[in-house]
């Protein structure tokens, strides 16, 4: 996966920020940490110290590479010159990319899309601005969302200004309260450059006004908030489909209670939450509804979160009673998988805690399944469950069990064993390892599907960034004489000739298909990355570091 996924890192940093800038990371990625000087010399095709520079505050300023301190140095020996007590003072640091946070590029979109729909368009215009310049100042984003709104709404005016930054500064303090927005690690290429890297941890506490100090530093988006809360929506999307849109409407409520104390992606179980909040929770989103119609709240912008998740069939359902929302979470305490972890007491009083874990395997199984039904057909998905079931089996057991003919079954798991998705163990009964003294024994190595299915969709991915960029340098002259005559003019455009305009059409709808396409894949990618603590083994604690990112 890391060949793959470099690759398509690669591509997302050249579509972003050109080559040289693709360059550098896809080296860095490559030979691990680098000091300034070595970077310098392991580009391939070589780079001059100044662009070589400004592409590391490129990806410095867009998170993508962080910065680690040499540490303490220790005092230089008795007799060095200058030049040795300088480079033992003030060691080099090194650049160090960061692939993960290269392919949260991918999700952008959702990211922005997300925003709005939690916080209303004040929201996406402060993700996106954050999104494509890295990191900001409060008052630089501000500013610069500002502007945004007067020229998509053609007005100018001193009241609508004061307005639109209102509705901006109070969207900012509810992501950056939600974790969504946080404060950047700050250090400068020249810093770095010059073995003088410094690195401060600004935690910032909730937001007053904008006269506060919290306000101060760089802003950027907070990328595992938002992967948290995409995890949490596909568990939900996971329970509707398995149960009804009023249990979907329950373990919303549930993550919707529990999510904003969620601090990290491996988590194995939420906060406990009460039957009772999970009623006034619903009494409170029906006090919202009633009141998002008034003037005032929609001056505002107030109700930042929709509740149109709640509607079914273009209609809204009738309100859950305690007793129905009781039954549901006892209901889901006893279900296969478990979604949600019972505590002692009374059922109105006792503590829920979702299962994270539980609902994690269960959605990885069925997607796994998935993926095998379309490549070895519903009788490898069968084989497939039955191994995860019974651990290890013989070919004929298998065959059994599954009822499937033994001829078929044989055809079957050889096709899935020559493509990694099925083992054999051997089991000599002589020390003499004779075949036909041995027992050969059939498993899932289920960690090993996973890595194979995420390099798999990451390969496609990489693919289709292939083929937009092929169809781009082909049509190159085309594209540019479009975009220069759309810059003059509508009517310049219109000139341009019929089968120019049809092609220019076909090439925006391909790339649109494309991207709904990548985006539809990495909807799998987040599934199939979802690990937790309870399924993992625990490791030594990672020598503690500065990082930029």
Same mark, same amino acid.
């Given at each position: 996966?890391?060949?793959?996924?470099?690759?398509?890192?690669?591509?997302?940093?050249?579509?972003?920020?050109?080559?040289?800038?693709?360059?550098?990371?896809?080296?860095?990625?490559?030979?691990?940490?680098?000091?300034?000087?070595?970077?310098?010399?392991?580009?391939?095709?070589?780079?001059?110290?100044?662009?070589?520079?400004?592409?590391?505050?490129?990806?410095?300023?867009?998170?993508?590479?962080?910065?680690?301190?040499?540490?303490?140095?220790?005092?230089?020996?008795?007799?060095?010159?200058?030049?040795?007590?300088?480079?033992?003072?003030?060691?080099?640091?090194?650049?160090?990319?960061?692939?993960?946070s290269i392919l949260q590029r991918i999700r952008f979109p959702k990211f922005a899309q997300c925003s709005k729909d939690m916080f209303g368009a004040s929201g996406e215009l402060i993700a996106d601005e954050l999104l494509a310049n890295g990191c900001q100042t409060y008052q630089q984003l501000v500013a610069r969302a500002v502007d945004v709104s007067a020229a998509v709404l053609g007005s100018h005016l001193e009241n609508d200004e004061a307005r639109a930054r209102k509705r901006l500064s109070r969207a900012f303090r509810a992501m950056a309260k939600g974790n969504f927005i946080t404060k950047e690690l700050t250090c400068t290429a020249d810093e770095a450059e010059g073995g003088t890297a410094r690195i401060s941890n600004l935690n910032p506490n909730f937001l007053l006004n904008e006269e506060d100090k919290n306000l101060e530093g760089l802003w950027r988006v907070n990328y595992l908030r938002y992967n948290i809360h995409f995890r949490n929506e596909a568990c939900a999307k996971f329970v509707t489909e398995a149960y009804d849109e009023a249990a979907g409407r329950v373990i919303r409520a549930l993550f919707e209670i529990a999510e904003p104390f969620m601090r990290a992606y491996d988590e194995p179980s939420s906060s406990p939450v009460y039957a009772d909040a999970v009623a006034e929770h619903f009494a409170k989103k029906a006090k919202r509804r009633q009141a998002k119609?008034?003037?005032?709240?929609?001056?505002?912008?107030?109700?930042?979160?929709?509740?149109?998740?709640?509607?079914?069939?273009?209609?809204?359902?009738?309100?859950? *009673? &305690?007793?129905?929302?009781? /039954?549901?979470?006892?209901?889901? +305490?006893?279900?296969?998988?478990?979604?949600?972890?019972? #505590? $002692?007491?009374?059922?109105?009083?006792?503590?829920?805690?979702?299962?994270?874990? *539980? &609902?994690?395997?269960?959605? /990885?199984?069925?997607?796994?399944? +998935?993926?095998?039904?379309?490549?070895?057909?519903?009788? #490898? $998905?069968?084989?497939?469950?039955?191994?995860?079931?019974?651990?290890?089996?013989?070919?004929?057991?298998?065959?059994?069990?599954a009822m499937i003919p033994q001829k078929e079954a044989r055809e079957i798991m050889y096709k899935m064993i020559t493509a990694n998705y099925i083992r054999v163990q051997e089991v000599p009964k002589t020390a003499a390892h004779l075949p036909s003294m041995t027992i050969f024994l059939c498993y899932v190595p289920y960690d090993e599907v996973i890595r194979l299915e995420c390099t798999e969709i990451y390969k496609s991915m990489h693919n289709l960034k292939l083929r937009t960029a092929h169809h781009n340098k082909t049509y190159a002259d085309l594209l540019q004489r479009a975009d220069e005559a759309s810059a003059l003019s509508r009517e310049a455009y219109d000139a341009l000739p019929e089968s120019d305009k049809r092609t220019i059409e076909q090439l925006q709808l391909m790339e649109q298909q494309i991207e709904l396409t990548v985006l539809r894949m990495d909807d799998s990618l987040l599934v199939l990355q979802t690990e937790n603590r309870a399924e993992k083994p625990q490791e030594a604690p990672a020598k503690k570091r500065k990082l930029l990112s």
């Open positions: 996966m890391a060949v793959v996924g470099i690759k398509l890192a690669a591509d997302l940093v050249k579509e972003h920020f050109g080559e040289h800038v693709a360059r550098v990371a896809e080296t860095l990625l490559l030979k691990g940490g680098l000091q300034f000087e070595l970077l310098g010399r392991a580009v391939p095709g070589g780079i001059g110290r100044d662009l070589l520079r400004q592409s590391l505050g490129v990806l410095v300023q867009h998170n993508c590479v962080y910065i680690e301190s040499a540490g303490t140095a220790p005092e230089p020996a008795e007799g060095a010159t200058a030049r040795e007590i300088a480079a033992i003072r003030d060691p080099p640091s090194k650049f160090h990319a960061s692939l993960p119609g008034s003037a005032a709240a929609a001056d505002d912008d107030e109700a930042f979160q929709s509740d149109d998740d709640d509607m079914v069939g273009g209609q809204r359902p009738p309100e859950l *009673s &305690i007793e129905a929302i009781v /039954k549901y979470l006892d209901t889901f +305490s006893k279900a296969n998988p478990r979604i949600v972890t019972k #505590g $002692a007491g009374e059922p109105r009083t006792c503590p829920y805690e979702i299962d994270l874990a *539980s &609902i994690s395997r269960a959605m /990885k199984q069925r997607l796994c399944e +998935s993926i095998i039904t379309q490549k070895f057909g519903e009788l #490898g $998905a069968r084989i497939v469950r039955v191994l995860l079931a019974k651990k290890q089996l013989e070919q004929k057991k298998i065959a059994d069990i």
